[in-house]
């Protein structure tokens, strides 16, 4: 590996470490962001090999992609047999094929079979026993026309993954950079959740005094996000139930709630209609919430005294529900001893009957990339060192797979 890329290889998760992926680009414009989507690949572990079509040489210069994948850059088949090295039938291909940005034109021949280009003959060559992505990308015009359409269809029925576009500015954008290492990562992941219900709740709830006033916290949703990620990048069925404010997610089923009260009835309807395996309660819900809400802008210039009432303990349900989950509360104290922060947790085991509290620090945690935390369980506690909240999201996962076994 060229030093320039061994710099940047894994340092921001192991995900794709000893991974390899082909990356074939086709002529698109949006080819120029292949340089930023090779280093993150790299950042997440993975080896990447770019293919380029002839079109995609027009657009960007084959050493873009050789700089950005520190390997040789495939750009017409030759004696070498490059189809062969890198997707034939052998132990050493490639793990992933991801035709990013696919333009209707690659899209339609590898739906009919035809490889004229470095693109295709990857393509066909890795069809039978690689998997496959694409990321199209075009003009609003080409995506709608019927025969595009149709030969999307039949790729995703004979398996291939497509990664959908977003649309702006009347054109047919590739998807995110982010998004598209994200949904890479859920594809080649080990799936040791598969077959699993799992419930995710994220951030900070707002309980309003006014229209435009409400009381909250600092949770950023940070932990619950990754948490339900992780989840799903292991094969579980999740739902994130997550307040407005939150960070942005990927996983698929997401349901936005902002209050407590939205967050306790969004969990009651899940927990009511589907049997769930595991729920996990992430958000920092509010403890109080004010008795009289004003329908109206309270006026400024003047004294004003809140009365506060508690809330619903939403963990408290759970078990009332579905007696038979594997429930995890989170636990944040603020400032205090190691002993008295594993006492509170037992306290929330006690009452709510959760099977393990992760209990960590408010002035650690809250809005912070990284955290400390305890896993405590009824008679045992366990102190994960400081870390960032995605190995956090992986060490708990490991521990609730290694439980349920
Ligand atoms: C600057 C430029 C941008 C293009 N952008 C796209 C695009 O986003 N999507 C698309 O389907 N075709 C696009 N095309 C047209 C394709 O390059 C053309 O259909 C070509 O035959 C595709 O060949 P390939 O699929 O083998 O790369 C673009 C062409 C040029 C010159």
């Keep these: 590996m060229l030093h320039h890329v061994k710099l940047i290889h894994?340092?921001?998760s192991r995900k794709l470490v000893g991974k390899k992926i082909v990356l074939a680009i086709p002529g698109s414009i949006a080819a120029v962001e292949c340089v930023k989507l090779a280093r993150e690949l790299i950042r997440h572990g993975a080896e990447v090999y770019a293919v380029m079509s002839e079109s995609a040489q027009k657009i960007i210069h084959p050493y873009a992609m050789e700089f950005a994948t520190g390997n040789?850059?495939?750009?017409e088949i030759t004696g070498f047999v490059e189809?062969?090295?890198?997707?034939g039938e052998h132990?050493?291909?490639a793990d992933l094929v991801l035709v990013c940005p696919a333009t209707a034109n690659t899209i339609s021949k590898i739906a009919c079979g035809i490889d004229d280009t470095p693109v295709t003959t990857v393509v066909t060559t890795a069809f039978a026993h690689t998997p496959i992505m694409i990321a199209p990308a075009m003009h609003s015009t080409m995506y709608e026309h019927p025969i595009v359409k149709e030969n999307i269809e039949k790729l995703?029925?004979?398996?291939?993954e497509f990664i959908d576009p977003r649309f702006e500015e009347g054109k047919v954008k590739v998807a995110s950079v982010e998004e598209i290492v994200y949904r890479v990562i859920k594809n080649l992941h080990k799936k040791d959740l598969s077959g699993k219900r799992v419930l995710v709740t994220a951030g900070a709830t707002k309980e309003y005094i006014d229209p435009i006033r409400f009381i909250t916290n600092k949770s950023s949703g940070r932990m619950g996000v990754a948490i339900a990620e992780e989840a799903e990048f292991r094969g579980a069925e999740v739902i994130l139930i997550k307040t407005n404010g939150s960070v942005?997610?990927?996983v698929e089923k997401q349901v936005e709630v902002e209050t407590v009260e939205e967050m306790l009835e969004a969990i009651e309807g899940e927990l009511s209609s589907k049997k769930y395996d595991i729920v996990i309660l992430t958000a920092a819900v509010s403890d109080?919430?004010?008795?009289?809400k004003a329908n109206k802008k309270i006026k400024s210039g003047q004294t004003l005294t809140l009365e506060l009432v508690p809330t619903p303990k939403i963990i408290r349900r759970v078990k009332e529900l579905q007696s038979d989950v594997f429930l995890v509360g989170f636990k944040a104290e603020y400032e205090v001893s190691e002993e008295e922060l594993i006492e509170q947790a037992r306290k929330q085991i006690e009452k709510a009957k959760s099977d393990v509290v992760i209990a960590n620090r408010g002035e650690v945690a809250f809005g912070s990339e990284v955290n400390e935390v305890y896993w405590v369980a009824r008679d045992s506690y366990e102190k994960f060192p400081l870390m960032s909240k995605r190995e956090v999201a992986e060490k708990i996962w490991d521990k609730i797979v290694d439980m349920l076994g």
């Excluded at 995703?156 to 291939?160: E, N, P, Q, R, T």
């Excluded at 109080?288 to 009289?292: D, I, L």
């Design 156 to 160: 995703k029925k004979l398996g291939v």
């Design 248 to 250: 942005s997610s990927f």
């Design 288 to 292: 109080f919430t004010p008795r009289e």
């Design 10 to 12: 894994a340092t921001k």
């Design 83 to 87: 189809h062969v090295e890198l997707v």
């Design 72 to 75: 040789p850059v495939v750009t």
């Design 91 to 93: 132990e050493n291909k």
